[in-house]
């Protein structure tokens, strides 16, 4: 069965710090990745996907930049933290089709606070 | 543009009993799915249903089934047997477009059992 990992599972964070955040997927090949912020309380919001090595979409320009460099892997970045960026980073994965029941799983999720 | 619209932003229901979450959405796209996610507190999004715009039938799974209203434009989310465990927040999501295997997010429903 196929498993999806994240860490760290919490990060406190100074203004200006950098950041990297590490998604991992077990058990399938060739996944599409997402990854998602959520706010407090809000929706989610789509940061990247990719659908393949070194193949990645931005959705929301920021101080983010995401990197696929493994089949299996996915690594969201910063070079310098805002206090914005705070929130609940999730990762995602889902088979690579177009087939609109294309489902999307997704890890434990990442709480960053930046003070 | 494709939206998703939660109007509910608390709901509260007794131990046993049926709850519907509302859903509608905004599409002029023919071919979409809507899936439903649960988020407890822990965070982690756990898939609950989908149902395609072209499915004859409402879609079920166990106590959760959907009330798809296509004319209505809406997808509303029925538990039955309601659980202390089903206490979380409900996410109704819609694909964008079958080719990148985006989702939209509503903005969520905190749903509270009371035993």
């Known amino acids: 069965s196929q498993t999806i990992h994240q860490w760290p599972a919490t990060l406190v964070q100074p203004v200006g710090s950098p950041l990297s955040l590490e998604c991992t997927v077990e058990g399938t090949s060739n996944p599409n990745l997402y990854w998602y912020r959520q706010a407090a309380g809000r929706g989610l919001q789509l940061l990247f996907y990719?659908?393949?090595?070194?193949?990645i979409s931005s959705e929301v320009p920021q101080n983010l930049s995401a990197s696929r460099p493994q089949d299996r892997q996915f690594i969201l970045s910063s070079k310098k933290l805002l206090l914005s960026d705070s929130g609940f980073y999730l990762c995602a994965w889902s088979v690579r089709t177009s087939a609109l029941t294309d489902t999307q799983y997704f890890g434990p999720g990442t709480r960053l606070t930046v003070l | 543009a494709q939206k998703i619209t939660q109007t509910q932003p608390g709901m509260f229901v007794q131990e046993k009993e049926a709850v519907t979450l509302d859903c509608t959405y905004d599409?002029?796209?023919?071919?979409?799915?809507l899936f439903w996610y649960k988020q407890p507190s822990s965070g982690e999004m756990i898939f609950l249903i989908y149902q395609g715009s072209y499915d004859q039938q409402n879609a079920t799974e166990g106590r959760y089934s959907l009330n798809f209203q296509k004319a209505r434009k809406s997808a509303n989310l029925v538990i039955s047997a309601s659980q202390l465990g089903d206490s979380a927040m409900y996410f109704c999501?819609?694909?964008?477009?079958?080719?990148?295997?985006?989702?939209?997010f509503g903005q969520g429903t905190t749903l509270q059992v009371k035993p």
């Open positions: 999501a819609m694909r964008e477009k079958p080719n990148t295997g985006k989702l939209i």
């Open positions: 990719s659908v393949g090595i070194g193949q």
């Open positions: 599409t002029s796209d023919p071919s979409y799915g």
